[in-house]
């Protein structure tokens, strides 16, 4: 299993590809040995109907992790086929790593990449399993799976402070915002990130954002000058989107009330994980 995620691991890095090569057909075939040995744990669990053992072999929480990382391994593999790879040379029976395997990806081909990511680190972390067996190292980690289920308590908790603080901010900070991907970006990373240290001080005091979006500055692609900018209308915003790829981002509005807003959020969250901590 250790070559395994070895081999794993170096289709993920080196060579991920719009269509399998050697190594990647090796890696599927393995997987799917691994597959129908799961299957045959399934048959031989205790039960009279096959609702009966798929139940008795779900409630080991390693096999549910297995079928995770192999479904999700599954979804990924047949997702990199159907995506066109751009470049008529590389086909699935033609094509060698220069014409198959891109240094950039596309949004589409990107997706399975993280599809193959979540895959592997499931598998890695279900290497824990191998370890239980050793009088060392067996009991803590027994300990460690055991402490986490109870921590998922802890996180719905202070899942309702880090929504609180979040929302707030990103409300704050940019009103109105109508990308979906930079609302999630603002109201769950940031929060967490401040937790972890990441006080995003410039934002939040617009220290680093002063004088940035002067129009005057004639920004363009290879010399932006102005990194943000302060479009009043989604139109205008889109519109500087078009024009300036280094435009994307607004400037925060500044706030008096986010400053204490921020340092209240530190001191409790801080708090809180003190408490746990002890």
């Known amino acids: 299993y250790t070559i395994y995620q070895g081999l794993f691991g170096f289709v993920l890095t080196m ?17 799917i040995t691994l597959v129908l040995e799961e299957f045959r744990q399934m048959k031989s669990s205790d039960g009279n109907s096959f609702l009966n053992k798929l139940h008795h072999w779900m409630q080991d929480e390693w096999n549910i992790m297995d079928m995770i990382g192999f479904v999700v391994l599954t979804i990924g593999f047949i997702l990199k086929l159907t995506t066109d790879p751009g470049n008529d040379a590389c086909t699935l029976l033609s094509g060698g790593p220069e014409e198959c395997c891109p240094l ?3 949004p589409e081909f990107q997706t399975s990449q993280i599809l193959y990511t979540i895959s592997f680190i499931v598998l890695m972390i279900r290497m824990m399993n191998f370890y239980i067996v050793t009088n060392v ?7 460690i799976w055991h402490m986490i289920k109870d921590m998922y308590f802890f996180l719905i908790m202070f899942g309702i402070l880090i929504y609180a603080y979040g929302a707030s901010i990103q409300g704050l900070l940019y009103p ?14 940031r929060p967490l990130l401040t937790v972890l240290g990441e006080t995003f001080m410039k934002e939040v005091q617009a220290w680093g954002f002063e004088g940035l979006a002067d129009p005057s500055n004639s920004p363009t692609d290879s010399d932006p000058g102005a990194y943000c900018t302060n479009a009043t209308t989604k139109s205008d915003l889109l519109q500087n989107m078009a024009d300036y790829t280094t435009l994307s981002m607004r400037c925060p509005q500044e706030n008096w009330f986010i400053k204490g807003l921020s340092l209240f ?6 708090i809180i994980l003190l408490n746990l901590l002890i």
């Not at 050697?22 to 890696?27: G, K, T």
């Not at 190292?137 to 300990?143: A, E, F, L, T, V």
């Open 15 to 31: 060579q991920f590809c719009t269509r399998p090569f050697l190594a990647e057909w090796v890696l599927l075939g393995w997987t």
């Open 104 to 106: 950039q990806m596309t």
């Open 137 to 143: 190292m067996g009991p803590n980690i027994i300990i």
């Open 176 to 189: 109105n915002e109508f990308r979906v991907l930079e609302v999630f970006d603002g109201v769950f990373r």
């Open 265 to 270: 959020y530190m001191m409790t969250a801080n």
